[in-house]
């Protein structure tokens, strides 16, 4: 299950950061954090939360 309900999409991209975020669709950061641990990997990283409206958010996690 993957630790959550979510889908995981990967990236084609540098593990060494500078890529850019390509949203799912339209819409407004909604929260930001510059530091988490995740509870199922325990790894660190920043994270982005974008509000697309009718109740749909996307996260985007594992960031540089």
Known sequence: SGG???IDL???GSWYGGEPIYAVA???AYY???DY???FTGTRG???VIDHG???K???GHLK
Do not use: I, M, Q, R
């Open 58 to 60: 996307s996260l985007y």
């Open 26 to 28: 339209d819409g407004v």
């Open 32 to 34: 930001y954090t510059e």
């Open 4 to 6: 959550h309900p979510g």
């Open 10 to 12: 990967a990236f084609n």
């Open 46 to 48: 920043k994270w982005l």
């Open 37 to 39: 641990v995740c509870s």
């Open 54 to 56: 009718l109740g749909l």
